[in-house]
């Protein structure tokens, strides 16, 4: 039978330990047969840590573990749904796994497995979350194949209605959509949504949390939603993003039982049609000069370019 690189990845995961740990290891619960330890559920909660920057305390200790042991479960669900669809997906992904690691996560002297690792995370914990995303989004894009087909008519339509409503006002977001679970009731998740402010209000990074928390399809971005039309955004959120600044970041959010967190990226006050948008041409003038032209050619040379350019009002007179 053939292993998955997900059970490859858990079982090295458990042998990086030593001896000493392996004896106090317990399995806490199973998907598809497949075992997640007390261990696995430890390193998922430092990496949430680390990613987030919310800071464990006694008083949110149970319920960021509960979180970090529902995240390894979604993982665990999701890669073995597109493995079992798309034999030997995981192989397939791992380089692009630890491309993004790096990516995110290293600097210029290090990976970001070694930067995660001097952090005391083991790594392969963080392999698992990002194939399980990946996992996921090949899954969806092939099970779904027929209706990517008609893209090209989707984005005709949506280029039509940019068009249309050009000059209107238009924010660039970012979001964190969050809804309870199982392991999470709706007040904890309005408590980990403050939580999730003031750590980035303080200097987290919001792509990262969304990644690690966003129950939405823009997780996998960071959370990016691009440009939108303010008059199209849900009146709730147009009045929690009223007074954010460029960079900020809205209070959560409550609608229908779901908690949003928006960050302002940048705005169009007069949508396409914004002056700060527009595109600046440039054209440069060059005259030969010899390499061992005198500094008075120099000079001369200069002042022909200066008169001849003084009347050019555009790109289009200097290339004449």
Do not use: H
């Not at 939603?225 to 993003?241: M, N, Q, S, T, Y």
């Not at 039982?257 to 700060?276: H, M, N, Q």
Request: net charge negative; with cysteine; glycine share 6%.
């Amino acid at each position: 039978m053939m292993i998955s690189t997900l059970k490859k990845l858990l079982v090295l995961l458990w042998l990086t330990l030593p001896v000493s740990a392996m004896a106090q290891i317990g399995i806490v619960a199973t998907v598809n047969g497949k075992p997640i330890t007390n261990y696995d559920v430890e390193q998922r909660l430092l990496f949430l840590q680390y990613a987030t920057n919310i800071a464990i305390t006694d008083a949110n200790r149970e319920r960021l573990t509960n979180d970090a042991l529902q995240l390894l479960i979604d993982d665990m669900l999701k890669t073995n749904a597109a493995e079992d669809a798309i034999p030997d997906l995981g192989a397939l992904l791992l380089p692009q796994v630890r491309d993004l690691i790096d990516q995110n996560f290293g600097t210029d002297t290090k990976s970001g497995s070694r930067v995660i690792s001097d952090l005391g995370i083991d790594p392969i914990t963080v392999q698992i979350k990002y194939l399980g995303d990946l996992a996921w989004s090949n899954y969806i894009s092939t099970k779904f194949a027929s209706r990517f087909e008609k893209v090209d008519t989707q984005v005709d339509d949506e280029l039509e209605r940019i068009r249309i409503n050009a000059s209107k006002p238009q924010l660039q977001l970012g979001e964190i959509i969050l809804v309870p679970g199982p392991s999470r009731t709706l007040e904890q998740t309005a408590e980990l949504a403050e939580e999730m402010v003031a750590a980035i209000r303080k200097g987290a990074n919001f792509a990262e949390v969304a990644r690690q928390y966003s129950a939405s399809g823009s997780a996998s971005r960071g959370g990016d939603i691009g440009w939108i039309i303010v008059d199209k955004l849900a009146p709730p959120f147009r009045e929690a993003l009223a007074d954010v600044e460029n960079g900020g970041v809205s209070a959560p959010v409550l609608v229908d039982g779901t908690i949003y967190i928006f960050r302002r990226v940048a705005e169009r006050k007069d949508g396409l049609a914004d002056a700060s948008q527009s595109r600046v041409w440039l054209a440069r003038a060059l005259l030969p000069l010899d390499a061992d032209a005198t500094e008075a050619d120099r000079l001369e040379l200069a002042a022909r370019l200066r008169r001849d350019t003084a009347d050019a009002t555009s790109c289009d007179d200097i290339l004449a």
